[in-house]
């Protein structure tokens, strides 16, 4: 079913993309309840943060696993310099920016490392950061955090209500996913993915590793730290608690979840992930157990992920392979090959 859709929209993607803008324009004249806004705009804001670490881990292959310190920068960058009465609009790119610098220093020293090794320098870097802002509390506000965050103004209107502030967030996506796309489809994404696919061979090619890898983590910092300057204004305030080691792991379950590698995969992420933090919300943490049995599922039925095609590289390697998978091998009537 879910190759099905994906084939329709091969097909059909001019249309498909044209009639999804047109939805997304009018969905707020849809919906009159803020609440309800409020969790499509947290949705957007998922999508953004979600594309980022899918840039990194889905297309050159690294294992970044602390990208909530990348949002910790972009948010505390905008709440900090806003307080300069520095124009919100210009703090948007300024924050990624300076992600993006720091992304790079990150990158620098860990460009000969790979998989869990790379995993826990920046699950590392992450907790550095989130403590580094509970503990400094001139510039950060320390536990008390940062209130009071100024929201920018559109067409005349202060986007304080859901409804409003909802086109900011749109638009930071489509721009977004647009540039994800052209870089992906360029030399510098086929360069990410040869390093994803066998970085040796890549090398043999004459690609030089470390400075796609660089341009990789940069890249993904980015949007990182724009989505966590999105979410400063839309909160109000933000503090240290807002970036835990959980919030890396949520954003990470969206890209598994969705499809690693794929450009419409941390969409489809960000909004089931996000339906089911509002659906069993009620069960407080238990909720996480729901995460942990879709993530396992999903890596053994479908690892591709939900929006990931069943011809993908990742779809034929590891447990979720037709050679592999129990499940094909119980109900293959051929039997295994």
């Known amino acids: 079913m879910i190759d099905k859709i ?15 803008i047109v939805m997304a324009l009018i969905l ?38 602390g990208h909530a310190g990348f949002v910790l920068i972009g948010s505390y960058t905008l709440a ?4 300069l009465n520095i124009s919100v609009w210009i703090l948007y790119p300024l924050a990624g920016v300076v992600t993006a610098i720091l992304g790079l220093l990150i990158a620098l020293p860990t460009l000969r490392l790979r998989g869990i090794y790379l995993a826990l320098v920046t699950l590392g870097f992450s907790e550095i950061l989130r403590l580094v802002a509970l503990n400094w509390t001139s510039l950060t506000g320390g536990p008390m955090g940062i209130k009071g965050i100024p929201s920018p103004w559109l067409f005349g209107l202060q986007s304080t209500k859901p409804h409003i502030y909802y086109y900011i967030v749109l638009a930071f996506v489509i721009i977004c996913l647009f540039t994800s796309y052209r870089v992906i489809n360029s030399k510098v994404g086929r360069a990410w993915m040869s390093i ?6 890549a090398m043999s090619l004459g690609v030089d590793i ?3 890898k660089a341009i990789n983590f940069m890249f993904g910092a980015f949007w990182a730290g724009v989505g966590g300057a999105l979410m400063a204004p839309f909160y109000k305030f933000i503090d240290s608690t807002m970036f835990s080691l959980d919030e890396g792991f949520n954003i990470l379950s969206m890209v598994i979840i969705g499809g690693q590698g794929t450009l419409i995969g941390p969409v489809v992420g960000s909004v089931v992930v996000n339906s089911i933090t509002e659906i069993f919300r009620f069960a407080d943490e238990a909720r996480l157990l729901v995460y942990a049995i ?14 990931g095609t069943s011809k993908s590289v990742i779809a034929n390697r590891g447990i979720g392979s037709k050679k592999t998978n129990i499940f094909t091998r119980i109900f293959d009537k051929k039997g295994v090959k």
């Open 196 to 201: 994803r696919e066998d970085d040796h061979a």
């Open 6 to 20: 994906k084939n329709f929209y091969t097909q059909h993607k001019t249309l498909v993309i044209l009639g999804l």
């Open 80 to 83: 900090i310099l806003a307080q």
């Open 28 to 65: 707020p004249l849809l919906i009159q309840k803020s609440s309800i806004m409020s969790i499509i705009v947290k949705m957007l804001f998922y999508v953004i943060l979600a594309s980022s670490l899918n840039i990194i881990n889905g297309y050159s292959g690294q294992f970044n696993i």
């Open 210 to 212: 470390k400075k796609y």
């Open 294 to 307: 879709l993530i396992i599922s999903m890596m053994w039925i479908r690892p591709q992920g939900l929006a």
